[in-house]
């Protein structure tokens, strides 16, 4: 069992990284501001599936083998950051299509393939991968038991609050989508705003390697 200072330390720097948008939040409010409130909660719910599989893989023994080789180490920080990198100059790119989406009329699809939908967003999330794999463990206490217990227990408390603030996404979204659906220019800005925060996250990993 991680100490006490080992898990609010952590539970403090989960904060920070889950409420910067990444590409699950990004697809969550698209999805409630292009269908509505149901569809938006279905994909967090399916994302949150695909995140228990990272965490599991990570627990498993991921972040122990990566933790363990400092150039392995540094190919998964710096791959995370590029591809997150990328994905924030894609939403600042196509920041028009939410607005699009919005327009298009789209339809409410059935539960099994929105959850579908959501998992595969989550499972392939780059931002909670790396935090997973190259961060989590960092916040392992060695003195303190099984780490694969501890690895489990740190990703419990990452994703539920990731639950909670992802779900707060899908509620707001989905309640404000009127107030959206009203400027094309507000949703453009929802987009290219998360993906500027994206870049940030990218360049800060990528520079810097830290959590933060």
Not at 52 to 60: N, T
Not at 166 to 187: H, I, Q
Request: aromatic share 6%; hydrophobic share 55%.
């Amino acid at each position: 069992m991680p100490s006490a200072h080992h898990l609010i330390a952590f539970a403090i720097t989960a904060l920070v990284i889950i409420i910067v948008p990444g590409p699950s939040v990004l697809f969550i409010v698209g999805r409630a501001l292009a269908v509505g409130r149901r569809e938006a909660v279905l994909t967090m719910l399916g994302n949150t599936a695909g995140a228990s599989v990272l965490l599991v893989a990570v627990s498993l023994g991921l972040g122990t083998l990566i933790a363990a080789s400092a150039v392995v180490l540094t190919v998964v920080k710096l791959a995370g950051a590029a591809y997150l990198i990328y994905l924030g100059v894609h939403a600042v790119r196509t920041r028009k299509s939410l607005a699009a989406a919005l327009a298009s009329g789209v339809k409410a699809g059935n539960t099994k393939r929105v959850l579908r939908q959501g998992f595969l967003v989550g499972v392939t999330n780059a931002k909670t991968a790396v935090f997973f794999a190259a961060v989590l463990p960092q916040f392992v206490d060695k003195d303190a038991g099984s780490a694969s217990l501890q690895i489990l227990l740190l990703g419990l408390i990452f994703i539920t609050i990731a639950l909670c603030s992802d779900g707060l996404w899908a509620v707001l979204a989905g309640t404000a989508r009127e107030w959206f659906a009203s400027s094309p220019r507000r949703l453009e800005l929802v987009g290219g705003t998360g993906g500027l925060m994206i870049i940030g996250l990218g360049a800060s990993i990528a520079v810097t390697g830290s959590k933060e």
